[in-house]
C-alpha cells in the first residue's frame, strides 16, 4: 500500500495549513532574524549584516538581570498556577456529577470571551492602596498592604490569566486516568492522598505539565500584568521590548530581545514536552 | 470509590472550587459594576450609578465601526483558522511522513510566541508586503494565531475515534472524499462547532497583535487598549461588560444547540 | 416540540439583535460617505467631538484618529504605513525634524497660518522651521514640573526637585515613562542652565543623582497608569510630567497639581503638520487653519483630554472672556503675572533631544534605571 504519485486528498486537507504558516508565520520569524542585523540611524532603519545588535544587547546587564526576573516570574506563575489548578480540577473530574461538572467547564470557559484587559484594569481597582480588597481587610482591622506595582500584583495578574486554562486542561487530562485504576488503588487500602500521588498524577502527567508549559509561555510574554499590576517596576522582557522600541526606532534590538524569548520559550517547550512523554516507571 | 469518602475533604474541595471561581470572576464583576458607576476613576466608596458610559459609547461612532471589525474578523478568522485546523489535525491523525515533526512545529508553535514578538514580526513582515493596515493583516495574523487552538481541539476529539471506523467505511466501498464526509465530519462535528467558537473568542480578544497591524483600521480590543494607555475611562468597563454579555449569549445558545443535537441523535 | 419552540425563538433573537446592532452604523456610513474623511495621526483626544465637533460640522468632514503614545511610536507608525495613510499628524516638537528628515510631511506656506496672532516666542519655533520652509505649525504646549498629591505635600514642598528624594515620598515616586521628561527634570535639579546641552561630566552627575533615586520609585507608567496611580494616591509625587495630566484630574475632584520649582520647568510643543502624499491636502490646511484660529486655540486650552497653554495671544483673549476659570488655573490671565511671564524669566527650558550625547545613551540609562 505504498503511495506511488501525491494524490489530492491528502493535499488538500494538509497543504493549506502549511502554506498559511509558513507565508505568514514563518517568513515573519524568518524576517525577524533579517532585521536584528540591521542597524538604525537617524530614526530609519536600513538593511545591513550587524552584529551590533546583538553585542549590545546580549553584553548588558540590565538585559540579563530583565531575562532572569522574567523567567522566575513565569516559573513561579506556572507553579502557582498549577498548584491552584489541582485540588479544583480533581474535585471537579472526580468528585461531581456530570451535570455540574459541564455547568463548571461552561463557567470556565467564560473567561475567555472576557477581555484580558478589562479585567486587569478592573483588578487594579481591588488592589490598590485604598482598594477594594484593603477596604475589606480593613474592616476586620488589618492592612492596607501594599499590593498594586509590586511582583505580588504581577503574579495577581498572570494568574487571572492563566488560571481557568490551566484548570481545564487540567480537568481534560485527569477525565482521561482510568477509573479502574482508581479503584484498584483503594481496593488495596491506598490513602487517598496516596493514590492522589502515586496514581493520578503520574497517569495524568503530560495533560498537567502541558497545562504548566502553556502557564509559562502565556506569563512569560505577557507584558500587561507586569506593566499595569507590577507598574513596570522593574521590568520584564515584554515591557524591555516596547520600551526598545519607543526610543529611537530601535526595532533591530528589539528583534535581538525578541529572539531570545523565542529561543527561551521553544527550549523550555521542547524540554517540558519530552519530560511529559517520557516513558513512565523509571 | 464509594467508601473512601470523607466528608470534610470534600466541603473543602468545594470550598476551593468557589475561591477559584470568585478569584477568576471577581475582575469581571466588578467591571461590570464599575460601568455603572459615575466615578471616572473607580474607587471606594463607589460613586452614583450612572448609565453615563453606555450613553458615550453608544454614541461613539469608532466603538461602532471597531465593533464592526471585530465581529468581521472573528467571523472570517473563525471560519479560516477552523478550516485550516481541521486539515492539520486530519493529516497529523491519519498520514506519515518525512517531515511530519516540522509539520507539527510550524503548525502548533504561534501560541507559543509572546503576542508582542509576533505583532513586532508580522508588521515588519506585512508592511513591506503592503498588506498592512487594513482588516485582512488583521485576519491573516489571527488565521496564525488560531489555527492552532483550532487543530488542537479536533485533535483531541480525532484520537477518541475508532480507528477501525474509517477502515470499515473504505471496505464498504466509500472513498476518502465520502469518508471524509459522512464519517469523519459527523464525528468531529461537535469539536468543529467548539473550534469555530473558540477562535471566534480568542480573536475577539486579541488586542496586541491587531493594534500593530490594523493601522486605522482598529478592532474593538485594540480601541479597548487605546483607552487604556490614553485617557483612562470607564468606557473600557462598558465595553467589556457589554461584549462579556454577548459572548455569554452566545456560548449559551451554543451550548443549546449542541445539547438539542446531541438529543436527537440519542 | 421543544426544539419547535425553540427554532423561532432563537431567529426571532438572532434577527432582533441584528437589526439593533445594525441601525445605529449604517446612518453614520451613509452620511460619511457624502463626507471628506480626514484622517489623523495624534495623542489621545485630538479627534474627540469637544475639539473637532464644530469644524466637521461647519465643513462636512468626518475625522478617523488613530492615537499613538509617544513621538517614537507615531514615527513607528508612519514608516509601516503606505504614504499618504495620514492627512494630519500631531508630533511633539522634538519629533518635527526626523518627521521631515525622513520625508514624511509637507512644506508648508507660512502665509496659509495666522502667525501675527501668536505671541512673538512661537512665530518662529525652532525645529518646526528648515531655513525659511515652515513644516509644521505650533498649537499647544505647557509645562512639565513636580506633580503632586496637594493632601502630601504642599507646593512649597513641591518647589524643589528635592522633593523626589523626601522620606514622606519613599516608594510612592511615580514617573512618566519616558526618559527625555525625567531625565530633563534631573539635569535641571543638578543645576544646568541647558538640561539638554551638557557635557559629559554633568551628564555622569545627572545619571548618579538619577540612580540615587531608585530607592524612591514606586513605578513607570504609561499615559493611563499615570493617570489612575496620581489619582487614587497610589503615588503622591511624579516626576516626568505637568498640567496635561495633573488638569485633568484636577477637574475631576483630585487633589493634584503641578507646581514649577525653583530650579525650574519643562516646556513640551505640540504642533500640526501635514502628511506627505495626502489626498485631503486643503482640507488637512484648513483645520491647520481653524485650530490655530483664535476661537480653535480657546477650544484647545480646554481640551476634555488634556489641557494646554496655547501660542495665540488672540486666542488668550478669547478663552479670558469665554472661560476666564480655565484662563485663571492655567495661569493664563493678562495683565497680571502669567505663563509667558515665566517663559520670558528664563524659568522654562524646551524639552529636547540630547546634544551631547546621542539618544541611545539617555535611553540605556534610562532602561539601567529602571531595571536597577
Known amino acids: ?282 | 470509590m464509594t467508601g473512601n469518602r470523607n466528608f470534610i475533604i470534600d466541603v473543602l474541595l468545594k470550598l476551593h472550587i468557589a475561591a477559584c471561581v470568585i478569584f477568576i470572576f471577581a475582575p469581571i464583576l466588578g467591571s461590570f459594576v464599575f460601568s455603572l458607576n459615575s466615578d471616572r476613576f473607580p474607587s471606594l466608596p463607589l460613586g452614583q450609578f450612572s448609565t453615563e458610559w453606555y450613553r458615550l459609547i453608544w454614541e461613539d461612532p469608532f466603538v461602532w465601526t471597531g465593533f464592526y471589525n471585530t465581529v468581521i474578523v472573528g467571523f472570517v478568522v473563525a471560519v479560516i483558522a477552523t478550516l485550516l485546523g481541521f486539515g492539520g489535525a486530519y493529516t497529523d491523525f491519519r498520514y506519515n511522513f518525512f517531515g511530519k515533526n516540522i509539520y507539527l512545529a510550524l503548525a502548533l508553535l504561534p501560541p507559543t510566541i509572546p503576542v508582542v514578538i509576533m505583532g513586532l514580526a508580522m508588521l515588519a513582515f506585512l508592511s513591506r508586503v503592503n498588506l498592512s493596515g487594513s482588516t485582512i493583516s488583521v485576519i491573516i495574523a489571527h488565521g496564525v494565531m488560531c489555527s492552532p487552538f483550532a487543530m488542537a481541539i479536533i485533535r483531541l476529539r480525532l484520537s477518541q475515534m475508532d480507528p477501525d471506523l474509517e477502515a470499515a467505511a473504505w471496505n464498504l466501498g466509500g472513498n476518502e472524499w465520502a469518508t471524509l464526509r459522512h464519517v469523519i465530519i459527523p464525528f468531529t462535528k461537535p469539536a468543529i462547532l467548539a473550534a469555530l467558537f473558540i477562535t471566534m473568542a480568542v480573536s475577539f480578544d486579541e488586542f496586541a497583535v491587531a493594534w500593530f497591524v490594523s493601522g486605522l483600521n482598529e478592532t474593538l480590543p485594540v480601541k479597548i487598549l487605546g483607552f487604556l494607555q490614553g485617557q483612562v475611562s470607564p468606557r473600557i468597563n462598558a465595553i467589556g461588560s457589554l461584549a462579556f454579555v454577548s459572548s455569554i449569549t452566545l456560548i449559551i445558545l451554543a451550548q443549546i444547540l449542541l445539547r438539542n443535537s446531541s438529543k436527537e441523535k440519542s | 416540540m421543544t426544539f419547535n419552540l425553540r427554532t423561532p425563538t432563537r431567529r426571532h433573537l438572532l434577527r432582533m439583535t441584528a437589526g439593533a446592532a445594525l441601525a445605529t452604523p449604517f446612518l453614520s456610513i451613509r452620511a460619511a460617505a457624502q463626507t471628506v474623511n480626514l484622517s489623523m495621526l495624534a495623542w489621545y483626544g485630538h479627534a474627540e467631538p469637544d475639539i473637532v465637533g464644530e469644524f466637521e460640522e461647519a465643513n462636512n468632514v468626518k475625522f478617523t484618529p488613530k492615537y499613538y503614545t509617544g513621538g517614537d511610536n507615531m514615527l513607528g507608525l508612519i514608516a509601516q504605513s503606505p504614504a499618504g495613510t495620514y492627512d494630519v499628524i500631531l508630533s511633539d516638537a522634538e519629533y518635527v525634524q526626523q518627521l521631515n528628515a525622513a520625508g514624511y510631511i509637507e512644506a508648508l506656506d507660512a502665509a496659509d497660518y495666522a502667525f501675527d496672532d501668536f505671541y512673538p516666542e512661537f512665530q518662529k519655533f525652532p525645529g518646526h522651521w528648515q531655513g525659511d520652509t515652515l513644516y509644521s505649525v505650533i498649537t499647544r504646549f505647557g509645562f512639565l514640573g513636580v506633580a503632586h498629591n496637594t493632601d502630601v505635600l504642599s507646593e512649597k514642598d513641591a518647589a524643589s526637585y528635592g522633593v523626589f528624594s523626601d522620606s514622606r515620598v519613599t516608594g510612592k515616586l511615580g514617573h512618566f515613562d519616558w526618559h527625555l521628561p525625567n531625565l530633563g527634570q534631573m539635569s535641571l535639579a543638578a543645576g544646568n542652565a541647558s538640561p539638554y546641552d551638557i557635557d559629559e561630566a554633568a551628564w555622569d552627575k545627572v545619571q548618579e543623582a538619577t540612580m540615587a533615586l531608585r530607592g524612591q520609585v514606586g513605578g513607570f507608567f504609561d499615559y493611563g497608569g499615570t493617570f489612575s496611580s496620581l489619582n487614587d494616591g497610589q503615588m503622591v509625587v511624579f516626576a516626568g510630567i505637568g498640567d496635561w495630566i495633573t488638569g485633568v484630574l484636577e477637574k475631576n475632584g483630585a487633589k493634584v497639581r503641578t507646581t514649577i520649582p525653583e530650579e525650574g520647568g519643562l516646556q513640551w510643543t505640540e504642533s500640526f503638520s501635514i502628511g506627505k502624499g495626502t489626498k485631503n491636502y486643503e482640507m488637512a490646511r484648513k483645520w491647520i487653519q481653524w485650530i490655530t484660529s483664535p476661537e480653535g486655540q480657546a477650544k484647545s486650552a480646554d481640551m476634555a483630554a488634556y489641557p494646554a497653554l496655547i501660542p495665540s495671544e488672540k486666542g488668550w483673549k478669547v478663552l479670558n472672556a469665554s472661560n476666564p476659570a480655565e484662563a485663571k488655573r492655567q495661569n493664563m490671565v493678562l495683565g497680571q503675572y502669567n505663563a509667558m511671564d515665566m517663559i520670558r524669566e528664563g524659568r522654562i527650558k524646551y524639552r529636547q533631544l540630547p546634544v551631547q550625547q546621542s539618544l541611545e545613551d539617555w535611553n540605556d540609562f534610562w532602561s539601567d534605571y529602571k531595571g536597577a
Open chain 1, 1 to 282: 500500500m505504498t503511495i506511488r504519485r501525491p494524490r489530492l486528498f491528502p493535499l488538500v486537507l494538509s497543504l493549506p495549513l502549511l502554506l498559511w504558516q509558513l507565508a505568514f508565520f514563518l517568513f515573519p520569524l524568518v524576517f525577524l532574524v533579517a532585521i536584528s542585523f540591521w542597524t538604525v540611524r537617524n530614526f530609519q532603519m536600513t538593511p545591513d549584516l550587524d552584529f551590533g545588535n546583538w553585542e549590545r544587547i546580549l553584553t548588558r546587564n540590565t538585559f540579563w538581570d530583565a531575562y532572569a526576573r522574567t523567567a522566575m516570574l513565569a516559573t513561579a506563575s506556572a507553579v502557582l498556577t498549577s498548584l491552584i489548578a489541582f485540588p479544583a480540577a480533581y474535585a471537579i473530574s472526580f468528585k461531581l456529577s456530570d451535570r455540574v461538572k459541564q455547568w463548571l467547564i461552561f463557567v470556565l470557559i467564560i473567561p475567555f470571551f472576557t477581555s484580558y484587559l478589562v479585567r486587569i484594569y478592573a483588578l487594579q481597582v481591588f488592589l490598590s492602596d485604598a482598594g477594594i480588597i484593603n477596604a475589606l481587610l480593613g474592616m476586620l482591622g488589618i492592612g492596607p498592604f501594599l499590593m498594586l506595582n509590586t511582583t505580588f500584583g504581577t503574579l495577581v495578574g498572570m494568574v487571572t490569566l492563566c488560571l481557568p486554562l490551566v484548570i481545564l486542561l487540567q480537568i481534560f487530562s485527569l477525565n482521561f486516568v482510568n477509573r479502574d485504576l482508581i479503584e484498584a488503588a483503594h481496593n488495596l487500602r491506598c490513602g487517598r492522598l496516596r493514590t492522589v500521588f502515586l496514581v493520578i498524577v503520574p497517569s495524568a502527567r503530560v495533560g498537567l505539565v502541558i497545562a504548566a508549559l502553556f502557564a509559562f509561555i502565556l506569563s512569560f510574554g505577557d507584558f500587561v500584568s507586569p506593566l499595569y499590576l507590577g507598574g513596570g517596576n522593574p521590568p520584564t522582557l515584554s515591557i524591555m521590548i516596547t520600551d526598545i522600541t519607543k526610543s529611537g526606532q530601535q526595532w533591530p534590538r528589539a528583534a535581538v530581545v525578541a529572539l531570545m524569548m523565542i529561543g527561551t520559550l521553544l527550549t523550555v517547550a521542547f524540554a517540558a514536552i519530552t519530560f511529559a512523554y517520557k516513558e513512565r516507571g523509571k
